[in-house]
């Protein structure tokens, strides 16, 4: 217990060294860097791996406990994304809303299939092997962002893999890379078309990462109970934790007896479906008032800082570095295509708002929802057109679903090779298509 402690309080001051750096140094500030990334980067210079060759900062044994939190958190982070749901709303849906999730899904489909391709033609082609599994990486990185790095290493451990922290060590680098380049290039495309009338007001507060006007300070959320019975962010931290506990004795009893198909699922990707009817039930049972999303956001939102930090600081260099040729040639296949497909399917679907559009589901598609948002929020400062509900909606879909298909993949090309996730892949990709085409066609009839 006194290691826990320790590499909290150890992470923490890492963070708040981000923040502070960040604050100060005007190219963290023109790069959007986050200030667990910048704190994970100066935990990964005292480390072993550079300062810690020559004077020990930290325990080592430390380093495999915080190598191992992310896929320790991505449990609570992902079991809460059901909880708070609107399910059953009866308003219409749009069509540039189911257009949006379906291009956000496409995309999802084509980088997946883009990195198993990749380890296909190094196997085939310059004859290098990469670890098995290999292809997960690039739409872990680049739509989930640091985070969700934790989701490629649980599902492997869970599948006893020899490689994992590698594996995060990839999807921790691809990540980054897919940040600060999807970002850049994101502004890069509105300068091209608004010029020199950006919103710097805007760009100022997303740059410095802080609000200092307190007329300006959002609300972190709604207090659903009173102190007398229980503090509001322990009560919501109460359903996510017991839900994932209870997930993880659950599936432990499908394994002990080897249940088909429930005994495979991953722990959080069965803690989801457990959410989902346990989410159910309180609507059911009239106890929706009780949750409120912005406060379970924030929840999994520090949760997720803490990932960050300890994913990044505990990279491990010589695994990544001899993995720097396919990084490379998967970021670029990756952005390139991503850009592509985004900009070319928002010109034939969308038939307004195509920057806007295209830059939002570029942004999350690259980076995080934040990043899609930040480069809406540049385009349209008051958010006054309709994009940011389509887009809210769409990837509300996908970030349900996009973990689920990841661990899938992973599980194929583990327990196979990388032609079983392509073939999958393939699948999905052709009937997104036919999909929207046949949507969109029946809307014009």
Same mark, same amino acid.
Request: glycine fraction near 8%; hydrophobic fraction near 50%.
């Given at each position: 217990?006194?290691?826990?402690? /320790?590499?909290?309080?150890?992470?923490?001051?890492?963070?708040?060294?981000? @923040?502070?750096?960040?604050?100060?140094?005007?190219?963290?500030?023109?790069?959007?860097?986050?200030?667990?990334?910048?704190?994970?980067?100066?935990? *990964?210079?005292?480390?072993?791996?550079?300062?810690?060759?020559?004077?020990?900062?930290?325990?080592?044994?430390?380093? /495999?406990?915080?190598?191992a939190?992310?896929? +320790?958190?991505?449990?609570?982070?992902?079991?809460?994304?059901?909880?708070?749901?609107?399910?059953?709303?009866?308003?219409?849906?749009?069509?540039?809303?189911?257009?949006?999730?379906?291009?956000?899904?496409l995309? #999802?489909?084509?980088?997946?299939?883009?990195?198993?391709?990749?380890?296909?033609?190094?196997? %085939?082609?310059? /004859?290098?092997?990469?670890?098995?599994?290999?292809?997960?990486?690039?739409? $872990?990185?680049?739509? =989930?962002g640091?985070?969700?790095?934790?989701?490629?290493?649980?599902?492997?451990?869970?599948?006893?893999?020899?490689?994992?922290?590698?594996?995060?060590?990839?999807? !921790?680098? *691809?990540?980054? @890379?897919?940040?600060?380049?999807?970002?850049?290039?994101?502004?890069?495309?509105?300068?091209?078309?608004?010029?020199?009338?950006?919103?710097?007001?805007?760009?100022?507060?997303?740059?410095? =990462?802080?609000?200092?006007?307190?007329?300006?300070?959002?609300?972190? =959320?709604?207090?659903?109970?009173?102190?007398? #019975?229980?503090?509001?962010?322990?009560?919501?931290?109460?359903?996510?934790? $017991? !839900?994932?506990?209870?997930?993880?004795?659950?599936?432990?009893?499908?394994?002990k007896?080897?249940?088909?198909?429930?005994? %495979?699922?991953?722990?959080?990707?069965?803690?989801m479906? !457990?959410?989902?009817?346990?989410?159910?039930?309180?609507?059911?049972?009239?106890l929706?008032?009780? +949750?409120?999303?912005?406060?379970? =956001?924030?929840?999994t939102?520090?949760?997720?800082?803490?990932?960050?930090?300890?994913?990044?600081?505990t990279?491990?260099?010589?695994?990544?570095?001899?993995?720097?040729?396919?990084? !490379?040639?998967?970021s670029?296949?990756?952005f390139?295509?991503?850009?592509?497909?985004?900009?070319?399917?928002?010109?034939?679907?969308?038939?307004d708002?195509? *920057?806007?559009?295209?830059l939002?589901?570029?942004?999350?598609?690259?980076?995080?929802?934040?990043?899609g948002?930040?480069? *809406?929020?540049?385009?349209?400062?008051?958010?006054?057109?309709?994009?940011?509900?389509?887009?809210?909606?769409?990837?509300?879909?996908?970030?349900?679903?996009?973990?689920?298909?990841?661990a899938?993949?992973?599980?194929l $090309?583990?327990?196979y /090779?990388?032609?079983?996730?392509?073939?999958?892949?393939?699948?999905?990709?052709?009937?997104?298509?036919?999909?929207?085409?046949?949507?969109?066609?029946?809307?014009?009839?």
């Open positions: 217990m006194n290691d826990f402690l /320790n590499i909290t309080a150890y992470l923490s001051i890492l963070l708040i060294l981000g @923040i502070i750096i960040k604050s100060k140094v005007r190219i963290f500030q023109e790069l959007f860097i986050p200030a667990s990334v910048i704190g994970g980067i100066i935990g *990964l210079i005292i480390g072993p791996d550079f300062f810690g060759k020559y004077y020990e900062v930290i325990p080592k044994n430390w380093i /495999n406990d915080m190598r939190i992310p896929g +320790v958190l991505i449990i609570p982070i992902l079991v809460s994304i059901p909880l708070g749901m609107e399910l059953g709303r009866k308003n219409k849906v749009f069509q540039n809303t189911i257009n949006t999730g379906g291009i956000l899904f995309v #999802t489909f084509i980088q997946l299939f883009i990195g198993y391709f990749i380890n296909f033609i190094f196997d %085939k082609v310059f /004859n290098i092997k990469l670890y098995k599994s290999f292809g997960a990486e690039l739409n $872990s990185a680049f739509a =989930g640091h985070g969700t790095a934790g989701v490629v290493a649980r599902t492997l451990k869970e599948l006893e893999s020899n490689y994992w922290e590698l594996a995060q060590g990839v999807t !921790v680098t *691809l990540a980054t @890379i897919g940040l600060v380049t999807g970002i850049i290039f994101g502004i890069f495309q509105i300068r091209r078309k608004f010029g020199n009338t950006l919103k710097n007001e805007i760009l100022s507060e997303y740059k410095n =990462g802080y609000i200092k006007n307190r007329e300006k300070q959002a609300i972190l =959320g709604k207090e659903t109970m009173l102190t007398t #019975t229980v503090d509001t962010l322990a009560y919501h931290l109460a359903i996510i934790f $017991s !839900v994932s506990g209870l997930a993880i004795i659950t599936l432990n009893i499908f394994k007896f080897q249940i088909p198909l429930l005994s %495979k699922l991953t722990i959080w990707s069965f803690g479906i !457990v959410m989902f009817f346990v989410w159910k039930t309180m609507i059911k049972l009239k929706e008032w009780s +949750v409120d999303s912005k406060v379970k =956001g924030k929840i939102g520090t949760l997720t800082e803490f990932a960050i930090v300890a994913a990044v600081a990279i491990p260099l010589r695994g990544v570095i001899s993995y720097i040729f396919p990084i !490379v040639v998967t670029l296949v990756g390139t295509i991503t850009w592509i497909v985004i900009d070319q399917l928002s010109k034939k679907y969308f038939k708002y195509h *920057l806007e559009r295209t939002a589901m570029f942004g999350t598609s690259t980076g995080v929802f934040i990043t948002l930040l480069l *809406l929020r540049i385009c349209d400062p008051k958010l006054e057109t309709p994009v940011l509900q389509d887009y809210s909606l769409g990837f509300s879909i996908t970030a349900l679903l996009g973990p689920i298909l990841i899938v993949c992973i599980q $090309s583990f327990t /090779n990388y032609f079983y996730p392509m073939g999958l892949l393939i699948v999905l990709i052709s009937l997104t298509i036919l999909s929207l085409e046949y949507y969109n066609k029946g809307v014009e009839r």
